[in-house]
């Protein structure tokens, strides 16, 4: 039930608009039941049959009004007219107030709730990211989004309309004769109650469905991400087979469990309102044969019933429609509910500027992933500004944790991170990230032109700066040599850029923020020799010019660094500039002897 509220909070911000349309697309509802009405009392006229005392009261003051005569004539003529009046005049008024207010929020809701979602998106840790692959939350974003879109105008424009016209359909059957009033109230309460219960059963099936689903769809995305390495191993039959198994699973739960449960729900929804239809209508013969009720009577009932019962079939129809829908849309809120990570921005647009010179100083920082497995144990590191540090050691040894955690990645768990002596985590997250830069291993680059990824941190700088930054970032040569130069299109995520190159457009990106801390992780470990010393070339220009820190496994790249600090088991085994570090010997000795014979390092 709570889920279900949680549901219902997705239009909580329209709610004004809501019960304005939804009350005014149910007055047109009950009067639409006018029309049988009248027409039963049209009936008794002709029929020399006395119509209702308070409706005959009515049209009398009217007829006193407009200085006519009450005449069965004069009443016949007025019933006439407001037949006229309910189903001519106000027709065109509902589709337009139906139509254009149902759909005109659901789109509203959309644009808020997608923009909502893709704050959440920006503000999530990224260990959430480290769990669910793009794919799974592109899928149940656009999910949500939908079925939220498509089952606003049914729940306004139509469920609630028809429950109010049945409700309004026993009012009227109750001034006419309580019996039958009551038979309607409890054969249709009874339907729906039955529909409802084994909806909600249908809903639950359809819910772990949705998550299985959810699965399949992130590997299909998998497969698509990683569709190189499938084909270099050979197994896209494997992939097919494994994915066809799952869609079987699929297919039968919905066609076998989930379908041919609405299916059996249905036609016992049918069933037992024909039954109904006809108890009624035997039951309203007898009274009117036994002078109970008028022949007008017994047309109204009949045909008011025949609306009531017709009315139960979409309502079952509009409440299965939201039974299948209701796992996505559930779904979707529990995303937009996680909570932001401690890494989150503020999404501001006036944020601080900050400017630091570049002093960073880890003092007593332990760390880890989990509580039992510390990866970083009492870190004391002083970075100077403009100064150049390496940060070196085996794989495993928490190199580039420290950076996640100079970035506010993550918090530590003891010791502080300082920048020009400020507590990092007193500073607003996004504007002091924004005087940092950071080339990866993999460089990210958006599908676009060359332009847009170099502008992608300062939109504002110039094409000069952005010139000087590619030269410097040994990028300027082989722009130019593209086709379209700087507005060359990369593809999806740079297909067509080399990773030598897209490493250097990474530098040239981050130096175009123009950064006090600018950070090299593993920026040369997959490339081939050239790019290498292209992009040692361009690191080297930036010695003295900022604050530099490299992480690298290649020695070569880190060795006139002015301070380098081995890292082993997530301490600090050593710190010194490349010679000193030689004649001490140590750990750093023995990976460059390692190195200069060729040997990996693990």
Same mark, same amino acid.
């Given at each position: 039930?709570?889920?279900?509220?949680?549901?219902?909070?997705?239009?909580?911000?329209?709610?004004?608009?809501?019960?304005?349309?939804?009350?005014?697309?149910?007055?047109?509802?009950?009067?639409?039941?006018?029309?049988?009405?009248?027409?039963?009392?049209?009936?008794?006229?002709?029929?020399?049959?006395?119509?209702?005392?308070?409706?005959?009261?009515?049209?009398?003051?009217?007829?006193?009004?407009?200085?006519?005569?009450?005449?069965?004539?004069?009443?016949?003529?007025?019933?006439?007219?407001?037949?006229?009046?309910?189903?001519?005049?106000?027709?065109?008024?509902?589709?337009?107030?139906?139509?254009?207010?149902?759909?005109?929020?659901?789109?509203?809701?959309?644009?808020?709730?997608?923009?909502? &979602?893709?704050?959440?998106?920006?503000?999530?840790?990224?260990?959430?990211?480290?769990?669910?692959?793009?794919?799974?939350?592109?899928?149940?974003?656009?999910?949500?989004?939908?079925?939220?879109?498509?089952?606003?105008?049914?729940?306004? &424009?139509?469920?609630?309309?028809? &429950?109010?016209?049945?409700?309004?359909?026993?009012?009227?059957?109750?001034?006419?004769?309580?019996?039958?009033?009551?038979?309607?109230?409890?054969?249709?309460?009874?339907?729906?109650?039955?529909?409802?219960?084994?909806?909600?059963?249908?809903?639950?099936?359809?819910?772990?469905?949705?998550?299985?689903?959810?699965?399949?769809?992130?590997?299909?995305?998998?497969?698509?991400?990683?569709?190189?390495?499938?084909?270099?191993?050979?197994?896209?039959?494997?992939?097919?087979?494994?994915?066809?198994?799952?869609?079987?699973?699929?297919?039968?739960?919905?066609?076998?469990?989930?379908?041919?449960?609405?299916?059996?729900?249905?036609?016992?929804?049918?069933?037992?309102?024909?039954?109904?239809?006809?108890?009624?209508?035997?039951?309203?013969?007898?009274?009117?044969?036994?002078?109970?009720?008028?022949?007008?009577?017994?047309?109204?009932?009949?045909?008011?019933?025949?609306?009531?019962?017709?009315?139960?079939?979409?309502?079952?129809?509009?409440?299965?429609?939201?039974?299948?829908?209701?796992?996505?849309?559930?779904?979707?809120?529990?995303?937009?509910?996680?909570?932001?990570?401690?890494?989150?921005?503020?999404?501001?647009?006036?944020?601080?500027?900050?400017?630091?010179?570049?002093?960073?100083?880890?003092?007593?920082?332990?760390?880890?992933?989990?509580?039992?497995?510390?990866?970083?144990?009492?870190?004391?590191?002083?970075?100077?500004?403009?100064?150049?540090?390496?940060?070196?050691?085996?794989?495993?040894?928490?190199?580039?944790?420290?950076?996640?955690?100079?970035?506010?990645?993550?918090?530590?768990?003891?010791?502080?991170?300082?920048?020009?002596?400020?507590?990092?985590?007193?500073?607003?997250?996004?504007?002091?990230?924004?005087?940092?830069?950071?080339?990866?291993?993999?460089?990210?680059?958006?599908?676009?032109?060359?332009?847009?990824?170099?502008?992608?941190?300062?939109?504002?700088?110039?094409?000069?700066?952005?010139?000087?930054?590619?030269?410097?970032?040994?990028?300027?040569?082989?722009?130019?040599?593209?086709?379209?130069?700087?507005?060359?299109?990369?593809?999806?995520?740079?297909?067509?850029?080399?990773?030598?190159?897209?490493?250097?457009?990474?530098?040239?990106?981050?130096?175009?923020?123009?950064?006090?801390?600018?950070?090299?992780?593993?920026?040369?470990?997959?490339?081939?020799?050239?790019?290498?010393?292209?992009?040692?070339?361009?690191?080297?220009?930036?010695?003295?010019?900022?604050?530099?820190?490299?992480?690298?496994?290649?020695?070569?790249?880190?060795?006139?660094?002015?301070?380098?600090?081995?890292?082993?088991?997530?301490?600090?085994?050593?710190?010194?500039?490349?010679?000193?570090?030689?004649?001490?010997?140590?750990?750093?000795?023995?990976?460059?002897?390692?190195?200069?014979?060729?040997?990996?390092?693990?």
């Amino acid at each position: 039930m709570q889920k279900f509220f949680n549901i219902l909070g997705y239009y909580r911000d329209y709610w004004r608009i809501t019960v304005f349309s939804a009350t005014i697309i149910s007055f047109f509802q009950l009067i639409d039941l006018f029309i049988p009405y009248a027409t039963g009392q049209i009936l008794n006229i002709i029929s020399q049959q006395s119509v209702d005392a308070f409706l005959q009261q009515r049209i009398d003051r009217v007829a006193i009004a407009l200085g006519q005569t009450p005449t069965p004539q004069f009443t016949l003529w007025t019933l006439v007219a407001l037949i006229g009046l309910s189903s001519v005049l106000l027709a065109p008024l509902q589709p337009l107030i139906g139509g254009w207010f149902s759909w005109d929020t659901a789109f509203r809701a959309r644009r808020d709730h997608a923009e909502a &979602a893709l704050k959440k998106i920006l503000t999530l840790p990224l260990e959430f990211y480290d769990e669910n692959n793009p794919g799974r939350i592109s899928a149940r974003v656009a999910k949500g989004l939908s079925n939220f879109t498509w089952t606003y105008p049914g729940l306004v &424009a139509m469920l609630i309309p028809k &429950a109010v016209r049945i409700i309004g359909v026993f009012a009227l059957t109750a001034l006419i004769d309580w019996r039958v009033a009551t038979l309607l109230l409890l054969s249709v309460g009874g339907i729906l109650a039955y529909s409802f219960i084994g909806l909600k059963d249908l809903s639950s099936r359809e819910e772990k469905l949705d998550k299985y689903m959810e699965n399949t769809d992130s590997r299909n995305s998998e497969i698509i991400t990683n569709i190189k390495t499938v084909k270099a191993f050979g197994n896209e039959l494997t992939e097919l087979q494994r994915q066809t198994q799952r869609l079987d699973r699929e297919f039968k739960v919905i066609d076998y469990r989930v379908h041919k449960g609405y299916t059996l729900l249905s036609g016992f929804q049918r069933t037992v309102v024909q039954l109904c239809m006809f108890i009624v209508l035997a039951s309203t013969l007898w009274l009117t044969v036994n002078n109970r009720i008028s022949i007008g009577h017994f047309i109204t009932v009949l045909t008011i019933a025949s609306m009531a019962y017709a009315e139960v079939d979409p309502i079952c129809d509009l409440a299965e429609m939201f039974a299948r829908r209701y796992a996505p849309m559930a779904r979707f809120q529990e995303f937009t509910a996680l909570p932001p990570g401690r890494d989150a921005g503020a999404l501001l647009p006036n944020g601080p500027d900050y400017q630091f010179t570049g002093k960073v100083h880890f003092q007593h920082m332990s760390f880890g992933y989990s509580a039992n497995n510390p990866v970083l144990k009492d870190i004391n590191l002083l970075i100077q500004p403009r100064k150049t540090v390496a940060l070196v050691g085996r794989s495993g040894s928490g190199k580039s944790t420290l950076v996640k955690l100079l970035f506010r990645y993550f918090e530590p768990d003891t010791g502080n991170i300082l920048i020009d002596g400020t507590d990092i985590r007193q500073l607003d997250v996004s504007s002091y990230r924004k005087r940092l830069a950071i080339v990866h291993q993999e460089v990210d680059i958006f599908n676009g032109t060359l332009m847009e990824n170099l502008l992608y941190g300062n939109p504002s700088a110039s094409f000069e700066e952005i010139k000087t930054a590619c030269k410097i970032a040994q990028a300027h040569d082989f722009i130019t040599q593209l086709e379209k130069g700087y507005f060359t299109t990369v593809g999806e995520r740079g297909v067509r850029l080399s990773g030598g190159q897209r490493q250097r457009i990474g530098i040239a990106r981050a130096l175009i923020v123009n950064p006090d801390v600018l950070v090299f992780d593993e920026a040369t470990s997959s490339l081939d020799y050239e790019s290498e010393r292209a992009i040692q070339v361009a690191m080297r220009s930036l010695f003295g010019t900022r604050t530099l820190i490299i992480i690298a496994h290649r020695l070569s790249t880190v060795r006139d660094a002015d301070k380098i600090v081995v890292l082993d088991k997530g301490c600090v085994s050593q710190v010194g500039s490349h010679d000193e570090l030689l004649e001490e010997g140590g750990l750093y000795h023995r990976l460059h002897a390692l190195q200069a014979n060729g040997e990996l390092i693990d």
